[in-house]
C-alpha cells in the first residue's frame, strides 16, 4: 500500500508516562492528492493527530510514514494553518507569506538571489485567493477572513504536497466560512495537494473531502471512514441536496454515539 | 475648545496649577520657609546657585545615563537567555527577584567597599536597580510566543535560533521599549540613592550638603532638578519607543 499520510496504531500520551492518554491505536491513511477529513467531538485529540502527522511530537506507540518515509522530524513538505492566522503584526501581508521562504531550505539560501521570483509567486498566491493588492497591508488592517486567506497562503508558499488544517475556519462567520470553503476547493483542485482537514463542522468536512475520518472521544482512535462521492467542482448548492444532508445526518449520528 | 489642543496644553496646567496650589498653601497656612519653602523660593534659590545645579545635574545625567546603558545592555541580554531556556529561567528567576527585593540602598557600601566613594558606586547603583524591568519585560515577550506560530515554524524546520530571530525577538521589542521607560526613572533614583551617601558631586551630594547647611530651598531646587531629567528622559524613551514599534500601538484605547 502506497498511503501518503499513512498512521498505523498510533498511540501517544501527554506529560509522560501516566499521563492522559491522548490518542490509542489510531490508523489512518490518505492517499496523494486525497482530501481528508477528519472529524469528531471536542478533546478526541484531532489536534495531537495533527502534531503527529508532522512530526512536531513522536508516537510512543506505532509508526508514522508521510511519503513513504518514516516520520522522525518535523515533515518539511507540510504546510499548515490553524484557526488563530497568526500572521506576524509587525510585516506586511507579504513579507508574512515569505516567512516560510525564510526558514525551509533550499528557499533560505536562495532568497536574496530569487527575491523577485518569490515575491511574483507570493502575489499571485495573493490574488488566486482574492487577496490582490493587499500585499503591502499590514495583518491589523485586514478583515478575519483577509486574514485566514493570507494564513492559507503563508501554509502554500514553499508548495508543500501536504496541507494541515486544523479548524482553519472555526473563528470566522457562516458567510465567511463558505467562502473560504470554496477558497481551499479550488487551491486543493488546481494544486493536486493532499489536504488533511481537522473540524468539527460536519458539513465543512461533508462538502470539503473525498473521506472522512470519524474519530471517538478521547482516547481518540478512528470509529469510522465514510467517502463521499459528490463529483468535483462541487457547487456549494450541493449542500442543500437532500443526499448531502444523508451524509452529514450519518456522520452526525456517529460522533453522537462517539460522545457517550 | 479643540481636543488635540487641550491635550497638548493639559501638562503645562497641571504643573502650573500644582505650583500655584503649592504656593497658595505656603502663603496661607503661613508654613515656614525652612520647612517647605513655596516654588517662588525654590525658584529663586535655582537662580541664585545655578552654576552649581547646572554642573551636578548634568554629572549625575551622566552617570545615570552610564548606568541605565549597561542596564540596557545586560538586560536585554539576560532576558533574551532567560527567554531562551525554560531551565535558565527556573534557575535565575528567584534569584532575580531575591536580588530586586534588596534595598539598593545597603547595596551602596558594599560598593563603595570595593570601588571607594565618587562615580563608580553611583553607575553602579543606577545599573543594578534599573536592569530588572528590562529583563522581565524582554523574558515576557519570548515568553508569550502563540504555541501555533511556534508549530508552524518548527514544522518548516526552523532551529530555535530562527524562531527567536523571525518571531521571539521581533515580539518582544514593545516589551523592551517599554522596560525602557520604568528603567530609566528607577535609574535616576539609582545615581541619586548613592550620590546621597557616597560622592562629593552630583545632586544627590548637591542636596546633602544643602541640607547641613539648612538651605531648604536648594534642597528642594535639586528635586526639581532631578524631576525636569527624569521627565526629559522618560520622554525620550516614550519617543524612541512610538518610533520603533509603531505597529504594537494603535490602540485608540486611551485617546479619549
Known amino acids: ?260 | 475648545m479643540n481636543r488635540s489642543l487641550s491635550i497638548r496644553l493639559a501638562p503645562w496646567v497641571f504643573t502650573i496649577a500644582l505650583l500655584v496650589l503649592w504656593e497658595l498653601a505656603v502663603a496661607l497656612l503661613r508654613i515656614p520657609v525652612f520647612f517647605l519653602p513655596p516654588p517662588t523660593a525654590v525658584a529663586r534659590a535655582t537662580f541664585e546657585f545655578w552654576p552649581a545645579i547646572y554642573r551636578n545635574s548634568l554629572f549625575t545625567l551622566a552617570t545615570t545615563m552610564i548606568g541605565f546603558a549597561l542596564a540596557v545592555g545586560f538586560g536585554l541580554a539576560l532576558g533574551l537567555l532567560v527567554g531562551w531556556s525554560r531551565t535558565i529561567y527556573a534557575g535565575l528567576y528567584p534569584l532575580m527577584v531575591g536580588f530586586n527585593a534588596i534595598p539598593k540602598v545597603a547595596v551602596v557600601p558594599i560598593l563603595v567597599l570595593w570601588f571607594g566613594i565618587g562615580f563608580v558606586p553611583a553607575f553602579l547603583t543606577a545599573f543594578l536597580i534599573s536592569f530588572f524591568p528590562i529583563v522581565v519585560n524582554v523574558a515576557t515577550g519570548l515568553a508569550t510566543i502563540e504555541p501555533e506560530l511556534e508549530d508552524v515554524l518548527k514544522g518548516l524546520g526552523a532551529s530555535k535560533l530562527d524562531i527567536m530571530q523571525k518571531v521571539g525577538i521581533p515580539r518582544s521589542l514593545p516589551y523592551f521599549f517599554g522596560s525602557l521607560k520604568v528603567a530609566i526613572t528607577l535609574a535616576f533614583v539609582g545615581s541619586v540613592v548613592s550620590e546621597t551617601i557616597a560622592s562629593n558631586y552630583g545632586i544627590g551630594n548637591l542636596m546633602l550638603q544643602a541640607q547641613a547647611q539648612f538651605q531648604v530651598p536648594l534642597i528642594f531646587a535639586g528635586l526639581i532638578a532631578l524631576a525636569v531629567e527624569g521627565i526629559v528622559m522618560y520622554w525620550a524613551m516614550a519617543v524612541l519607543e512610538r518610533r520603533m514599534t509603531g505597529w504594537a500601538q494603535r490602540s485608540g484605547f486611551a485617546q479619549g
Open chain 1, 1 to 260: 500500500m502506497s498511503a501518503f499520510v499513512a498512521l498505523e496504531g498510533v498511540s501517544h500520551v501527554y506529560g509522560g508516562a501516566g499521563g492522559t492518554l491522548a490518542v490509542e491505536g489510531l490508523s489512518l491513511s490518505v492517499e496523494r492528492g486525497e482530501f481528508a477529513a477528519v472529524v469528531g467531538p471536542s478533546g478526541c485529540g484531532k489536534s495531537t493527530l495533527m502534531k503527529l502527522a508532522t512530526g512536531l511530537q513522536f508516537p510512543f506507540k506505532g509508526t508514522i510514514r508521510i511519503a513513504g518515509e518514516a516520520v522522525t522530524k518535523p515533515v518539511k513538505i507540510a504546510g499548515m494553518a490553524f484557526q488563530a492566522p497568526t500572521l506576524l503584526p509587525w510585516r506586511t501581508t507579504l513579507e508574512n507569506l515569505l516567512l516560510p521562504l525564510e526558514i525551509v531550505q533550499p528557499h533560505r539560501s536562495q532568497l536574496s538571489r530569487k527575491k523577485g521570483e518569490y515575491v511574483a509567486r507570493a502575489e499571485k498566491l495573493l490574488a488566486s485567493v482574492g487577496l490582490g493588492g493587499v500585499s503591502a497591508k499590514y495583518p491589523w488592517e485586514l478583515s478575519g477572513g483577509m486574514q485566514m486567506r493570507a494564513s492559507l497562503c503563508r501554509a502554500l508558499i514553499h508548495e508543500p504536497d501536504l496541507l494541515m488544517l486544523d479548524e482553519p475556519f472555526a473563528a470566522l462567520d457562516a458567510f465567511t466560512r463558505e467562502e473560504l470553503w470554496g477558497v481551499i476547493r479550488d487551491l486543493h483542485a488546481a494544486r493536486r495537494i493532499t489536504v488533511v482537514l481537522v473540524t468539527h463542522d460536519l458539513r465543512e468536512a461533508v462538502f470539503l473531502a473525498d473521506r472522512v475520518f470519524v474519530m471517538s472521544a478521547r482516547p481518540g482512535r478512528i470509529l469510522l471512514e465514510r467517502r463521499v462521492h459528490f463529483e468535483r467542482p462541487r457547487d456549494l448548492e450541493i449542500t442543500y441536496t437532500p443526499e448531502f444532508q444523508a451524509v452529514a445526518h450519518e456522520l452526525r449520528e456517529h460522533i453522537h454515539k462517539a460522545r457517550q
